[in-house]
């Protein structure tokens, strides 16, 4: 069915800014939540970056049934700086629901930092199930996101939905069905990196540089046999590093040592920074270097000292039916544009509220069941977008049938918690386009 957006709740969503205002870390607990019942206090308690803490509240008299939801994401540490934005774009549709007023249901929305370490991350994750939430934006990165799922959130029955997890190896898990993703699988970016390599930069070899964790071992394993196989491109060696290294002088050595014509480097920005520094330190910028979307980061031509305008990059692309609503309601909310993967957290966040209310009560087991009944297109169904979502929560909590249509893709969930089609970006950093990133153009994947 066409989209019926309520106008209201646009205007009403897109006019929370400066309710919270510019959150720059988010310290939650998942505090007295309780358990699957979950009809105790709805608090959100952000602290923001003079470490003041604010708590919105809905108000209710306790009457309503209370929907639990949460958002695990890296705040601080290598994926710190993409990590903030994308929790925002994780927290924006409670905050949009509130601002609606008129909700069938009230909410406990908590935030939990993994740092971009899984250890922390599974120490965040314990924290949120011993508090019953049973639904889980996140986490972001695949090495923290693997680790996390098969630790805390398959053993206590939570529904993961993770933004930005691209691992193939999320694909594979045994998860119960309890775990989702927005994002696309490297197995397709590495496919879409072989052929940017070829088609549109011209190179015929490359050398690879990866963060050694799951992420970067898959995608530079998925690009190589698609560079290899698929396009007769030569990967003369694999570099692996670890995080946030005082110098990688030794790795780039390695990498360049072969003069290939492209170096691929798959990592995240805080260690991206000095490899960068140590790469414009030891050799041309004549050399194409590809990224991925770990390291597509506006601040990084400043902190490394370069224009790196021969630094390309691919990334999952929001192209989503409701992109365009969901732009404005995150610029009022949050006074900037929205980056890399914000669209698929809110996304991620969007379908786990409206799945909990399908289901009517907080256990992740049951609300699993729901995932693609709000989701998937349905005969019948309203289709809901970013710009009708609190019209679309209040019919679901009604029994009307529903199917949300996001901001970075349509949303359609396979037998695996996969998106079945999704959209890729071209780009490059190019300190006179706005941002310091341009795109040059977007790539179609069918899965």
């Known amino acids: 069915m066409a989209r019926n957006i309520d106008r209201r709740d646009v205007l009403k969503g897109a006019g929370t800014a400066g309710v919270v205002g510019l959150a720059g870390c988010i ?74 007023g008129d909700m069938p249901v009230e909410f406990d929305q908590t935030v939990e930092d993994t740092q971009t370490d899984p250890q922390a991350g599974i120490q965040a994750a314990n924290s949120l199930a011993n508090a019953g939430y049973p639904t889980v934006c996140g986490p972001a990165s695949s090495g923290v996101n693997l680790q996390v799922t098969r630790e805390v959130f398959i053993p206590n029955g939570m529904v993961g939905c993770s933004p930005s997890s691209t691992s193939p190896n999320v694909t594979t898990l045994d998860d119960n069905d309890l775990i989702f993703r ?19 930069l011209g190179n015929s070899s490359a050398a690879v540089m990866y963060v050694n964790n799951d992420y970067g071992q898959a995608l530079a394993d998925s690009f190589a046999q698609s560079y290899t196989e698929n396009h007769s491109g030569t990967v003369q060696t694999q570099v692996a590093f670890t995080k946030e290294k005082s110098s990688y002088t030794s790795e780039l050595s390695t990498a360049m040592s072969g003069s290939p014509q492209m170096l691929v480097v798959i990592g995240y920005p805080a260690s991206g920074i000095q490899i960068f520094r140590d790469y414009y330190a030891n050799y041309s910028d004549d050399t194409d270097i590809l990224v991925t979307d770990g390291l597509v980061d506006s601040t990084l031509p400043d902190e490394v000292g370069n224009d ?5 990059a691919t990334t999952p692309q929001a192209t989503g039916p409701g992109q365009e609503e969901f732009a404005q309601l995150y610029e009022e909310e949050y006074g900037r544009a929205p980056g890399v993967f914000n669209a698929h957290a809110y996304d991620a966040s969007a379908v786990c509220l409206l799945a909990n209310v399908k289901a009517g009560e907080n256990d992740g087991n049951v609300i699993k069941e729901e995932m693609r ?10 289709e809901i977008t970013p710009g009708n979502l609190p019209e679309g929560l209040r019919m679901v909590a009604n029994g009307e049938d529903v199917y949300y249509s996001g901001a970075s893709s349509s949303v359609n969930f396979d037998e695996n918690g996969d998106m079945t089609a999704v959209t890729y970006a071209f780009l490059r950093f190019n300190t006179d386009a706005e941002g310091n990133i341009e795109t040059i153009s977007t790539i179609d994947f069918q899965a």
Do not use: C, F, W
């Open 27 to 100: 310290t939650q607990n998942g505090g007295g939540g309780g358990g699957g019942g979950g009809d105790g206090g709805d608090t959100e308690t952000e602290a923001d970056d003079g470490g003041m803490e604010t708590t919105e509240e809905d108000g209710g008299s306790g009457s309503m049934r209370t929907v639990m939801h949460s958002v695990l994401m890296p705040i601080t540490g290598d994926l710190g700086s993409l990590g903030k934005p994308i929790r925002d774009g994780g927290t924006l549709p409670v905050k949009q629901l509130r601002a609606a």
């Open 373 to 382: 009944a709000v989701a998937n297109p349905t005969d019948g169904g309203t």
């Open 308 to 312: 790196m305008s021969n630094v390309y």
């Open 182 to 200: 927005t994002a696309p699988s490297d197995a397709l970016q590495g496919q879409v990196m072989a052929q940017v390599a070829d088609e549109e």
